[in-house]
């Protein structure tokens, strides 16, 4: 099926340290999300993204939506403890109504 | 509940039993999506409910897994004859708006199968 690549598979930062992470796909999406999950829980949405270019900012988390519409990265500045977990970005192309995921990036922050 | 709710938990089972999980959507969602995460991996689609209909049930790996929604509101995704690849932890989602795009998915805790 419809793969997204995710990179970094893993991250292993210092508190305080900014973090970032990407996904790419050789197809159009006119949708990206960024989700967290924590362990034994369902992924949480950070960010949504529905335009080519788009910036977003959550708090400390910020997004952007490619222009290419084939991409989007997510940056997390001054890492804290608790932003460990999984991090999946998902996209939507334009036709169906189903979000494609990456296969996640585990960020861990020595404290 | 004020989330998604799934059940159960946890399920171990015997290969070539069948099983069957539990979603309780939030109320009022009308659209309810299944999802399966292998142990390191990202999350990969089922099948999509609106109300209930299955626009979607392309991500269904093969005849022994089946869903189904009454009511506009519990889905029960089941599984025959599992076998060991079938062990994963398997997410409900509900969604308030029928399209992507115009609202989130909520996540529930999933169900955790191991399937020996």
């Known amino acids: 099926g419809q793969q997204l690549n995710q990179s970094p598979q893993s991250m292993f930062i210092q508190e305080g340290e900014d973090v970032s992470m990407n996904c790419t796909s050789s197809?159009?999406?006119?949708?990206w999300l960024w989700y967290k999950q924590d362990p034994g829980e369902g992924p949480v949405l950070l960010i949504a993204?529905?335009?080519?270019?788009e910036l977003t900012s959550n708090g400390r988390l910020t997004a952007q939506f490619g222009i290419t519409r084939k991409d989007s990265f997510l940056n997390i500045s001054a890492s804290i403890p608790s932003d460990v977990g999984i991090y999946f970005c998902?996209?939507?192309?334009?036709?169906?109504?189903?979000?494609?995921f990456g296969a996640g990036t585990i960020l861990r922050v020595k404290s | 509940g004020a989330g998604v709710s799934q059940s159960p938990s946890n399920k171990v089972t015997e290969k070539g039993k069948d099983v069957e999980l539990r979603c309780d959507p939030i109320?009022?969602?009308?659209?309810l999506y299944w999802y399966r995460q292998r142990l390191g991996q990202g999350l990969e689609f089922l099948i999509y409910?609106?109300?209930?209909?299955?626009?979607?049930k392309s991500g269904l790996p093969s005849d022994r897994f089946s869903a189904e929604r009454t009511g506009e509101s519990v889905s029960t995704l089941t599984i025959q004859r599992t076998q060991q690849e079938d062990s994963a932890v398997y997410l409900c989602?509900?969604?308030?708006?029928?399209?992507?795009?115009?609202?989130?998915?909520?996540f529930g805790e999933g169900s955790r199968l191991t399937v020996l």
């Open positions: 197809s159009i999406f006119n949708t």
């Open positions: 409910f609106q109300g209930n209909s299955a626009p979607d």
């Open positions: 109320s009022g969602h009308t659209a």
């Open positions: 993204l529905y335009k080519a270019g």
């Open positions: 989602a509900s969604s308030p708006r029928p399209r992507i795009g115009a609202g989130e998915l909520f």
């Open positions: 998902a996209g939507k192309m334009e036709y169906g109504n189903k979000l494609v």
